[in-house]
């Protein structure tokens, strides 16, 4: 006996497989279809009930203006339709807007490192977000599925229409982004929402039929420079993260010395940004291991230009654990700290806006835990060492930021050399693109520098503060957090979005 198509199973789960239930649903859907292709040749359009039973067995591919209008009425190729049905329950969704698919293909064209297709390409399978790198990413690529959805208030809510293949496709553990669209509304663009959220949304325990997004989490440079680079070294950690556990035992011998450095080579195993992680979290210990510890809060430079660069300062913890330690201890009266860097205008006229974005941030950051930022643009400043500094006494220089190896490591107390990254500070100091003598004065400056809408940033800020990060995205990596993301956002959202005072 013939297994029944997929055809055959879709329809009988509707209700629909009788000849006199399916002319009326085809008949609809031709309707729709004529209005939604421009294609006024399917109005009307049937089928006669010898046609219909030849489709239901697999006998017959359906051609033409049939075809479309099939496909169109259930969102499934032809091809597959009259495939023998999975053994395992399919769940189909509805098929997208037109409006949503155009919402989609402007994603891909706003954002090089963009390609989505954002809904089932069979019965069981998930749509696709892949988000390359440029420099330090490997790329990843994260299940998504796209739903239709209405506006209401401050969320867009997807509906009970969409609820049986939503519960489905957020039941797996595997991560996963949910995206609303309101291209059937009438509206534009794409709102995201981790699946995870959704899955203790829609949990057995909380019955509800429908999903609210937030609409601070729309799909702009803000969300999607958080999105990509939080994706993508999210995922690099976790391909690394026994690699990553082993290494970090083997480091004290390493901590001991005066000076220290490790080729690539020696861990070939590790993504792009597991060997990022390493060395910063290396050259984190070092640091702390060789400058005294009743100094003042050292000066500091870091060789971060992008916000590919910039994305570890935003998300790794241990990073997130010394900005701690610097800003309790200026807290406590210590001397003013500064941390200074070099952006050159070639490089800010290169970077897409959502990396600006995320460079923008992490200066935020910096300013949140009351570390003055000074970036210079000189190109000459831009390959200096990333190093810490007691003025007059000792500059330990630890790179791993677009090094030669993994780290390179160096404490020293020679004058010639500490008198050397002294002057690099204060030439940063002097001659800083972000002046001002409040954090939201300077990074009023910094935005205007790296050609971001000041009152656009403080606002979408705001917006995604109240609602916190962890409903739109959340790593599962243990050595990540968003906890100084979130405070960023706050930290920016009060802000004075028309001139900058604080």
């Known amino acids: 006996m013939r297994p029944p198509t997929l055809l055959r199973v879709l329809l009988e789960k509707q209700g629909w497989s009788s000849w006199t239930a399916f002319e009326t649903h085809f008949a609809r859907a031709a309707q729709q279809a004529a209005q939604e292709f421009g294609n006024h040749r399917l109005n009307g359009l049937t089928i006669s009930n010898t046609t219909f039973k030849r489709w239901l067995s697999g006998d017959q591919i359906p051609r033409g203006d049939a075809r479309m209008v099939l496909e169109f009425m259930l969102g499934v190729t032809a091809e597959q339709l009259l495939q023998p049905a999975p053994t395992h329950e399919v769940v189909t969704p509805r098929a997208p807007h037109r409006s949503s698919l155009a919402s989609a293909l402007a994603l891909d064209s706003a954002w090089a490192t963009s390609a989505l297709a954002p809904a089932s390409p069979a019965p069981g399978m998930d749509g696709v977000w892949r988000l390359s790198g440029i420099d330090l990413f490997d790329g990843t690529s994260v299940a998504v599925q796209m739903y239709e959805a209405s506006a209401l208030d401050d969320v867009v809510l997807i509906g009970p229409e969409d609820h049986p293949h939503l519960t489905a496709f957020v039941k797996p553990a595997r991560r996963a982004l949910v995206l609303g669209s309101l291209g059937a509304d009438g509206g534009a663009g794409l709102y995201v929402l981790d699946a995870a959220y959704a899955r203790r949304h829609l949990a057995v325990d909380r019955p509800v039929d429908t999903l609210p997004i937030p609409r601070a989490y ?4 803000l969300t999607y420079g958080i999105v990509w680079a939080m994706l993508n070294v999210d995922d690099g950690l976790l391909a690394d993260d026994h690699a990553l556990e082993s290494e970090r035992q083997d480091l004290d011998h390493q901590l001991a010395k005066r000076r220290s450095a490790v080729a690539r080579s020696a861990a070939p195993e590790l993504s792009a940004i597991g060997s990022s992680w390493l060395g910063s979290f290396f050259c984190s210990l070092y640091s702390h291991r060789h400058l005294p510890q009743s100094a003042c809060p050292p000066l500091s430079w870091s060789r971060e230009q992008r916000g590919e660069e910039a994305a570890p300062l ?34 800010v006229k290169e970077s897409e806006r ?91 400056a910094l935005a205007d520098y790296l050609d971001l809408d000041w009152s656009w940033l403080v606002r979408r800020c705001n917006e995604l503060a109240q609602y916190g990060i962890w409903g739109m995205l959340r790593p599962r990596s243990r050595l990540l957090s968003l906890d100084a993301l979130d405070a960023t956002l706050r930290f920016v959202g009060g802000f004075d979005a028309d001139n900058g005072r604080g």
């Open 218 to 221: 729309g799909i702009d440079d």
């Open 314 to 347: 935003l998300f790794f913890r241990h990073l997130h654990d010394s900005l701690e330690r610097t800003g309790d201890a200026h807290a406590r009266g210590g001397e003013p700290c500064g941390h200074a860097f070099c952006v050159p205008e070639t490089v």
């Open 354 to 444: 959502y990396e600006r974005t995320l460079l923008f941030l992490a200066v935020a950051l910096l300013e949140k835990h009351g570390i003055t930022a000074w970036i210079c643009r000189e190109p000459e400043y831009a390959q200096i060492d990333a190093f810490a500094l007691i003025p007059g006494e000792r500059a330990v220089v630890s790179n791993w930021l677009r090094a030669d190896g993994i780290w390179q490591v160096e404490a020293t107390n020679r004058r010639s050399e500490v008198h050397t990254y002294g002057q690099a500070i204060e030439h940063a100091r002097k001659h800083t693109v972000a002046p001002g003598a409040t954090p939201a004065r300077r990074l009023r």
